[in-house]
């Protein structure tokens, strides 16, 4: 299993991120999928879940912001973030479950003025 997250960065208060994760290694197509994020100095927490057929489920937290997504042809993971708030900073990982446990090296989003 190899993922591969992209498209962090620094953003102000109110901005917007889309990440990506190229998924490899398995076969995508049939795998929830999901979107975790470990702020500093906490825990990996979850945000977001996808199934095969673009079903998704969110955190309180990041309902209404956040939208997860899929390409099941090209083996890809998104997730579009808008309305950032700096609570929001982390790094953030594409995982193959919930927990994070299988997941890629992630990509730091820093939500800043």
């Known amino acids: 299993v190899q993922l591969v997250e992209s498209g962090g960065g620094l953003v102000q208060p109110g901005g917007s991120l889309r990440l990506s994760c190229a998924a490899s290694?398995?076969?995508?197509?049939?795998?929830?999928m999901y979107w975790v994020r470990q702020a500093p100095g906490k825990g990996l927490d979850w945000i977001s879940s996808i199934n095969f057929s673009g079903t998704t489920v969110y955190k309180d937290s990041v309902k209404g912001r956040f939208t997860i997504s899929r390409d099941n042809a090209k083996n890809m993971l998104y997730l579009q973030m808008n309305s950032l708030k700096p609570e929001d900073t982390a790094v953030y990982y594409c995982?193959?479950?919930?927990?994070?446990?299988?997941r890629g090296q992630g990509t730091q989003v820093t939500v800043s003025s």
């Open positions: 995982a193959t479950d919930s927990d994070g446990h299988v």
């Open positions: 290694g398995f076969t995508f197509s049939v795998y929830w």
